[in-house]
């Protein structure tokens, strides 16, 4: 599950000590969330976080259930503090690769935080692809996260009529065809 929360704590009340929050996290094994803005812990899952230092934006935190603890290990990212990265290991969950979980958070481009950061935008794009490029070195990435991208009018997925070399899996995995309505996104 990947899910931004939007401030654990933004109402005033802790949604970590909300029993339907809590319900609709626990129906997963393992969680990626994104604008935390705290240390986030729950109970029966490890974690791992990282905030941005001297902000109130941000924060992001993978939690794992405790019983997957032999199988899955935090890798420190020294590149940003909006990306963490969990490694899933082949053996443990018996798959043929290493599985890199990266989450991230990408502040919008007209943000407060994205404004007082100079090349905020550019230069964490560029650690995400790094800290991508240098993990698929050791195995397979699965990215988790929200880029804050803004789509518009423009479809906001990968076009099956253009996707090259993918356009073989999404038949093999049942995608529907794209559909011909336009698209209005308010964002």
């Known amino acids: 599950m990947s899910w931004n929360i939007q401030d654990s704590i933004g109402d005033g009340s802790n949604k970590f000590h909300d029993p339907n929050f809590l319900s609709n996290l626990k129906q997963a094994n393992i969680i990626c969330l994104q ?87 550019e230069k964490t794009f560029a650690a995400l692809n790094n800290v991508c490029n240098k993990l698929r070195q050791k195995g397979e990435v699965a990215m988790c996260g929200d880029s804050n991208a803004r789509t518009g009018t423009l479809p906001d997925f990968i076009s099956t009529s253009n996707a090259g070399a993918m356009h073989d899996v999404y038949d093999d995995i049942g995608l529907l065809t794209d559909s011909n309505e336009p698209r209005n996104n308010q964002d």
């Open 35 to 121: 604008e935390t803005k705290k240390l986030v812990k729950v109970e029966g899952y490890i974690s791992t976080n990282s905030n941005r230092k001297n902000s109130r934006s941000g924060g992001v935190c993978i939690l794992a259930e405790n019983w997957l603890r032999k199988g899955i290990s935090f890798i420190s990212c020294n590149e940003s503090d909006d990306i963490v990265v969990a490694k899933l290991d082949k053996n443990f969950f018996r798959l043929e690769f290493d599985l890199f979980l990266v989450c991230f958070y990408i502040s919008p481009h007209y943000s407060s935080y994205a404004k007082k950061t100079p090349d905020y935008t």
